[in-house]
């Protein structure tokens, strides 16, 4: 099984809500990301969790939240978001460490923020 | 980190070979190369990657100067599903976590 699924595949939000991505993966893998990506752009990586920890966050605002319960799923939730946070929004795995490797990438969330 | 640069866009017929190009003339000797595509409204895919020498698999050729500073990706019989976006992409030895992206070149194969 090579698949990292993600739900729900499109969400619609106002900014006073809260609601939550969820990413999973039977990979085996053990570094989990979050990434944005912006029509016409390439993605942004956001956070990534190795080993179940927290490893990397690229200054995103705190609005967004990273949770990983387990080796296997990757939540971000969303609070009080912008309009400009609308995007494409990422969730990808891999092995970690080792000398080479691929990320798996999800079929994405596409987010509108009314 | 290094970074890329990569045409916009580009054509390819049906059948025949597709040869995207990328430039990484500040690479560092321990800056992998990476190719993934995204096709529309999917999430991007692995294609290939190396770090000096050239690379072969089922998907792609990749073809690396011996400078280092520019690489070429080959689908060596484009299909119309190959019709997607493609990011040169370089990697940190021993940060396996984070890529830096190019801006991707959109490729068209057309009929």
Not at chain 1, 98 to 112: A, K
Not at chain 2, 60 to 89: N, Q
Request: hydrophobic content about 30%; overall charge positive; glycine content about 6%.
């Amino acid at each position: 099984d090579t698949e990292v699924t993600q739900t729900p595949k499109h969400l619609v939000m106002g900014m006073t809500n809260k609601k939550s991505l969820k990413c999973e993966q039977h990979m085996g893998h053990r570094a989990m990301y979050w990434y944005k990506q912006k029509a016409k752009k390439p993605p942004e990586l956001m956070f990534v969790y190795s080993y179940e920890k927290l490893s990397i966050n690229e200054s995103v605002p705190s609005r967004f939240s990273p949770e990983c319960p387990n080796s296997s799923l990757l939540n971000l939730h969303l609070h009080a978001l912008q309009p400009e946070d609308s995007a494409l929004y990422l969730c990808a795995s891999s092995q970690d460490g080792g000398r080479s490797y691929e990320q798996y990438f999800g079929p994405g969330t596409r987010l509108t923020v009314t | 980190d290094a970074k890329t640069t990569q045409p916009t866009s580009m054509d390819c017929a049906e059948g025949r070979a597709a040869n995207l190009p990328c430039n990484h003339s500040t690479i560092s000797g321990n800056e992998y190369v990476y190719w993934y595509r995204q096709i529309h409204s999917q999430g991007p895919q692995y294609i290939i990657h190396g770090l000096k020498n050239n690379e072969t698999n089922e998907m792609a050729s990749l073809i690396i100067t011996e400078d280092r500073k520019s690489s070429t990706l080959i689908l060596p019989h484009a299909t119309l599903r190959d019709t997607a976006v493609y990011y040169c992409i370089v990697r940190v030895v021993g940060n396996n976590r984070k890529l830096i992206w190019g801006l991707g070149t959109s490729l068209a194969v057309n009929p």
